[in-house]
């Protein structure tokens, strides 16, 4: 979390991965907004795949080190990443430092992982884990995100709702802006187990 607030800009490879992909994909955007301002940007931000470098390997090195005309740090996003790509991104770190902040991002990556080993051991690369969400973990998640739509919650809504979320970081926000949207502009002040009955689903147990 502190890397992600404040960016080392020494780091120029990171790796972001883990068993929750909507976890994996919100801290990717997170720190593209942090680097390149809009995770839209075309002039800023680059996306790749591994078919893609498959065709074409020296892509990702002509986009790493492509320059923008304002000059600003731009971002180069390689998504699905494996350990098929470990060869690949070590011929990278073993270069000058690329202008551009690489993100990989990759799935449920083991300790025995080739591409998670390089990140773990180069020191201009830095390797971000992303784990579901405990039990305490979801619930400040889940109270920080009512108190800034002016809700609170009770604890028995709390309990309700800790156990019904949590498999996926992206599933978990979207129903919580669902339920935002459900309790309108925070008149209703407070969530209570029947409103989560009204219009959140069990998506721990999919």
Not at 10 to 33: C, F, M, N, S
Not at 53 to 61: A, V
Not at 62 to 90: C, F, K, Q, Y
Not at 107 to 114: A, E, Q, R, V
Request: charged share 25%; hydrophobic share 40%; with cysteine.
């Amino acid at each position: 979390e502190r890397f992600l607030r404040d960016p080392d800009p020494r780091i120029g490879v990171v790796l972001i991965y883990g068993p929750d992909g909507g976890l994996v994909r919100e801290r990717a955007d997170l720190l593209t907004k942090r680097i390149a301002g809009d995770v839209a940007d075309p002039f800023q931000v680059s996306e790749l795949t591994p078919a893609q470098l498959r065709d074409d390997p020296t892509r990702l090195h002509d986009e790493v080190a492509a320059l923008t005309l304002i000059g600003a740090r731009r971002v180069v996003r390689l998504r699905d990443a494996g350990d098929g790509l470990s060869s690949l991104i070590a011929a990278l770190l073993a270069e000058t430092p690329a202008p551009a902040l690489l993100i990989v991002e990759g799935g449920d990556l083991g300790k025995k992982s080739t591409l998670r080993r390089l990140f773990e051991g180069a020191p201009q690369a830095i390797a971000l884990p992303c784990y579901h969400d405990d039990a305490g973990g979801l619930g400040r998640l889940i109270s920080d995100h009512l108190r800034e739509h002016g809700l609170s919650i009770s604890a028995e809504a709390l309990a309700y709702l800790s156990a019904s979320l949590g498999g996926d970081r992206a599933v978990t926000r979207a129903e919580l802006e669902k339920l935002v949207l459900y309790m309108g502009d925070g008149s209703n002040g407070r969530v209570e187990v029947t409103d989560l009955l009204a219009c959140i689903g069990d998506s721990a147990t999919i």
